[in-house]
Structure formats: structure tokens, C-alpha cells
């Protein structure tokens, strides 16, 4: 019988020396390339013959999943898997699964760390103090006002993973109360979360704090744009730890700079890396990190381990651990 075909169309890691020792002794053919923004036709040359795709970053339209001639599982190394045409490739029998579980501790501590940066102003703070050694003096005014989380209310808008993990780390700082808007969740897990659920705007309106953890389609595409926006208290504070397009941001920076929300630490991008000329990078009011709240060494093993207990599961005709659309078959012949 032929090798099992398992080819990488783009990594992050710094190198595969790992895979290539795992896929070797499970007698698989494997081979990687860095391909992430490749057209359709040079993707095509490398992934079209392989069983198995695994995937960062590259695109996985329709275009490049109607040359996929033996392809039966696309792997997606992330949590997110905007980049594939799902249904797409649900039509062609091929199922697509994802790693919603690798990084969740790491997100949610981003998205808790930038909730406590943004309420405390930290870049402003630093800013300040770098002002105040070269004046002598102790420089404070410019960072008024700041406000203490405690009392106050956190509305999280997608509850799944990560927003629960949030909602359970951020309980000690004695917030007043939590919202939740999430319309996907089940009855028993309304009823375990012990918190409010709301309609989004009611959410923005009510809410000191709001924190984003869903997943980015359509029906959630700038679902935070300029109206609603101005739903938000003048004192709030939006973070965004999920999916870039789910906030618009050049809105976002018109918004801070008329003053709702107050504030907003940003981790994710529509396109990215962003432009050096996108406004919120130099909003004072805004805090942006690169895209890195998956990041830590443990999350970096658990992915590569996961992703090749996948495809191990699929040499023993067994299927993934997290396909996207659980109708799909999976095919082993």
C-alpha cells in the first residue's frame, strides 16, 4: 500500500526536525513548505497529491480545494480557521478539523492582562514616568481619570473556551456583576455560568469592561462598528483577543478619539501584520500587541502534539478530534 501523504503548506515554528521524527517512525511521506501567501497554482504543486493538509496561514479557497485530487483531511494548526472555505470543502467530502483547545489559558491570560493595562492606562504610565525623571517631578495628570475594576461589570460577547476561562480568572477582582452575549449556548451552560445573558447592544450599554472571544464569519464581521460603538460608557474598555475582522478598527480609533469607549487593548488584526499607517497603532488610547496572546512554549508543544495525534488517529481510521463539520464522513480509502 502507499505512504500516507501529509504535507505542510506553512509553519510557524522555527523549524520540523520533531515531525520529521514522529511522521517518520509512524511510515508516513511528509514533507513541508512555507507557502503562506502562495497563489492557488503554486499551492497546488505541493498539497494537491497529499491525503492529509495541515495548514497555518495559507488560503484554502475553492480555487485551491477543487485541485485537491487524493485530500481527504485539512488540518488547521490554530484555533481560528477563517483561511479555509469549510463548506467548501465539506461539498468535496473533505473533512476540516482545528485545534479550539491549545492555547485557551494563554489567550484568556491575554485578554485579562489587557483588561488590567487598559483600566490602569499602563502605556500611559510608562509613558509618565519616563517624563517625570527627566522633569524632576512627579508627573500624574495625564493619565486621569483611572478607575479600580472592582464594582464594576465585564460583558464577554462569545462564551465558549476562552470566555469562560475569562469569566472564571477575572472573578477575584470583585466585579460587581458579568454579562454574557453568546446566543450558541446551550441551556445547562447558561445555567452553570450563574451570569446574565444579554442582547449585544444591551451587553455594550450596561457593561464597563467588554471582552470578545468569538469566532469571525460572516454574521460576526465588524460586529462592533461605529453604532455600536457609541452604545459604549465613556469610560469603557473594549478587548480583543479573537479575530481581527470581528472589529472594525479605523471605527474603533474615530470612536476612542471622541471618547467611546475610553479605551481598548487590541491583539488581533484584519489584515495583518497591520499597515504601519493603521490610525490605532498610535492612539494613546489604545493598547496593540502583536498577535501573540496564543503564545507560550506550552502551547507550542500542545499544538504540534495534537496536530500528529490527528493524523496517527487517521492511520488507525479513526477521525479527528475536532472536525468543524461533524456531518462530513471522514474517508480513509
Known sequence: MPKLKVV????????LDWETEQFAQMGVDFSAYQLKNAPASELLKVIAEADVVIVNMAHMNEEVLNGLKRTKLIIRHGVGYDNVDVPAASRRGIVVSYMPDYCMHEVAEQAVMLIMACQRKLNQQIRLTGESSRSGKWVFEPVYPVYSLCGKTLGIIGCGRIGSLVHKMIQ????????????????????????PFLPLNELLSESDIVTIHTPLGPETYHLLDEPQFKLMKP??????????????????????????????????YEHEPPARDLAILGN?????????????EESGWNIRKQIVADVDRFLHHEGPRHPIDKSVPIRFE
Open 172 to 195: 477575584n477582582f470583585d466585579l460587581a456583576r458579568s454579562l454574557i452575549c453568546d446566543p450558541y449556548l446551550t441551556e445547562e451552560r447558561r445555567r452553570e455560568l450563574k451570569s
Open 235 to 268: 469610560s469603557a474598555i473594549l478587548v480583543n483577543t479573537a479575530r481581527g475582522g470581528i472589529v472594525n478598527l479605523e471605527a474603533l480609533d474615530r470612536a476612542l478619539k471622541a471618547g467611546r469607549p475610553g479605551f481598548a487593548g487590541i491583539d488581533v
Open 8 to 15: 505542510i503548506s506553512d509553519y510557524i515554528e522555527s523549524n
Open 284 to 296: 494613546e488610547k489604545a493598547i496593540c500587541t502583536p498577535h501573540l496572546a496564543w503564545l507560550s
